[in-house]
């Protein structure tokens, strides 16, 4: 019923920008937080970023001053914006959702996109 879709990974050198956008489809009632995570091979998945539905963030330290969070929430989606990046962003990142359905209201649930694939060049 619920899709979380990311798009905007890829490869990058390091120094450079990328921008990841999620949107999230399907009979939603409302979403709370939204945020960004990421996983890199042989470690665990560790948050990014995160924004409240009132546009309150938080940031990872290590992409603090590099990372911006960002959503609309009309259009239920959410977008990463990161700047000099480093080799060791180089993960798959995943967006999240805390959102309930029509179905589920009041019951929040937490669901995840696919992920989208970030390698950062030397």
């Known amino acids: 019923q619920v899709q979380l879709v990311e798009s905007g990974g890829g490869l990058v050198q390091a120094g450079g920008s990328l921008r990841l956008s999620c949107a999230a489809s399907?009979?939603?009632?409302?979403?709370?937080?939204m945020g960004w995570y990421r996983q890199a091979p042989g470690k665990q998945r560790e948050l990014v970023a995160v924004?409240?539905?009132?546009?309150?963030?938080n940031y990872a330290d290590s992409v603090k001053g590099r990372a911006a969070i960002s959503r609309d929430n009309a259009k239920n989606t959410v977008r990463l914006q990161m700047n000099s990046l480093k080799q060791e962003d180089t993960a798959v990142y995943y967006c999240?959702?805390?959102?309930?359905?029509?179905?589920?209201?009041?019951?929040?649930?937490?669901?995840w996109g696919r992920g989208t694939q970030v390698t950062v060049s030397s």
């Open positions: 999240n959702a805390e959102l309930t359905t029509y179905s589920d209201f009041p019951q929040f649930l937490n669901y």
């Open positions: 924004i409240t539905s009132d546009g309150n963030t």
């Open positions: 399907g009979s939603i009632y409302s979403i709370n937080d």
